[in-house]
């Protein structure tokens, strides 16, 4: 007589896992749309997952009508389909529409794969493509400029090539954003190609674009409906900005060409802004800016300074801003202090560069970083002086101090008022009581 058969163990978790099954097996009767919008959500890592769910989910990602690729920084590449390793794999098996690509730390592995890669995102109607170079400015393929539904290019650390003959641009595009690159001789009249092809832009970055060459030639920046612009670089490369009538905010820091006396008609094509923020903390030693003779910034409500009060240059420009903004309500100052006060700005000089009607509307001042230096005490001193609207003066000190901040506190308090209505408030550690 055989042996008694044991009854089999049931696994554990098991009623779990079919529960599970069945619950994503009830989710995948959701009509198309809708699962197509959960999955792209996800973002892709996520979606390939979801293969793991049923044999029903087993392929479903695959069937998206749209996706959205992000491959983000990694310490390496083992962690695929979330690494640039899977590109080729995710773009053959999913047939559908792209419309965003972001592909972070390619590098001279991957480099090579990068023109196959847009050949078939431009078939596939890529709309934002985001592309970060790891490092020797790679260089980018002319394929690039097949994408021709582009509304957003978004360029990091590559050598951009010049425009085959015969090509349009970008006509779609909104956002263009182009950070640490380099271009070739001529390479100035391909960016000014791009955005004049490109009507709808609406948002352009500049920040450490170098071009090739021995001569630096004007070349215009013409954009009507820009809405934000940044340009951020070590040299003059010649820019001209033209009918940039839509403008309301921008961002400059161009190191020695503020104290150049080409500064004020830079100024002159951002002169519509709401929003403004200069970086005149690189600007060259003993250097004088130009007052600002030729704009006035009507529209202008909020100023942005990163700036020191160690040396004239950036104290003087601060004032002809201030100076040339009427309407101001706030203003913030980060401090980027050197290791020592080289000019002496005391009340009378400080005094002197003060005009009426300077700071009327002024409503409130945001100082970080400071440390009690002399120049910024005499300066918060005439800010509360002079500005009869002011309701708000915040202060937080900086790691550099010049004296205890308990006795900084105690000079301001003495400094006379305009307005009757202004709070100060001090942060000694992380927060601060209103006095």
Wanted: proline share 5%; with cysteine.
């Amino acid at each position: 007589m055989p042996p008694p058969s044991r009854p089999r163990k049931r696994r554990r978790g098991g009623r779990a896992t079919e529960a599970a099954a069945a619950e994503a097996d009830a989710l995948i009767s959701l009509p198309r749309d809708v699962l197509d919008e959960i999955l792209t959500r996800l973002g892709i890592l996520d979606a390939v997952r979801t293969s793991a769910l049923s044999r029903a989910w087993r392929r479903r990602w695959e069937a998206l009508r749209s996706l959205d690729l992000s491959f983000p920084r990694l310490e390496d590449d083992k962690d695929a389909p979330k690494g640039l390793g899977a590109v080729d794999s995710i773009l053959l098996r999913c047939p559908g529409c792209v419309r965003l690509f972001r592909a972070a730390d390619i590098d001279e592995h991957y480099a090579g794969r990068v023109h196959d890669w847009l050949h078939v995102l431009s078939r596939r109607g890529v709309e934002i493509l985001d592309l970060d170079f790891d490092k020797g400015f790679l260089p980018l393929p002319t394929s690039v400029f097949s994408c021709g539904r582009l509304t957003s290019l978004s360029l990091f650390g590559c050598a951009i090539p010049l425009l085959p003959a015969g090509v349009v641009a970008f006509p779609e595009l909104r956002k263009l954003s182009l950070v640490n690159v380099r271009l070739p001789d001529y390479g100035e009249y391909l960016i000014e190609e791009i955005i004049d092809a490109s009507p709808l832009l609406d948002f352009l970055v500049l920040t450490d674009v170098s071009f090739g060459g021995d001569y630096i030639r004007e070349w215009v920046i013409q954009a009507p409906n820009l809405r934000h612009f940044t340009i951020c670089s070590e040299i003059n490369y010649g820019w001209v900005l033209e009918d940039l009538t839509s403008l309301r905010s921008a961002v400059i820091d161009l190191w020695d060409f503020v104290v150049d006396s080409k500064f004020a008609k830079f100024l002159l094509g951002v002169v519509q802004v709401r929003k403004l923020l200069v970086v005149t903390c690189n600007a060259p030693s003993r250097a004088m800016i130009p007052e600002i003779h030729l704009c006035t910034f009507h529209n202008l409500k909020s100023l942005k300074l990163h700036m020191h009060f160690c040396d004239q240059p950036p104290i003087m420009l601060a004032f002809c801003l201030l100076k040339s903004s009427p309407n101001l309500e706030k203003i913030k100052i980060e401090i980027y202090d050197e290791e020592e006060q080289k000019f002496e700005a005391d009340k009378e000089f400080q005094n002197a560069l003060w005009t009426d009607g300077m700071c009327a509307n002024l409503h409130a001042v945001q100082m970080t970083g400071i440390n009690w230096r002399r120049n910024e005490m005499v300066f918060i001193e005439l800010i509360l002086s002079k500005a009869r609207l002011l309701h708000t003066l915040s202060i937080s000190h900086g790691e550099k101090i010049v004296m205890p901040s308990e006795d900084a506190l105690n000079e301001l308090l003495r400094y006379k008022r305009a307005s009757t209505e202004a709070q100060f408030f001090m942060d000694l550690l992380s927060s601060g009581p209103a006095v």
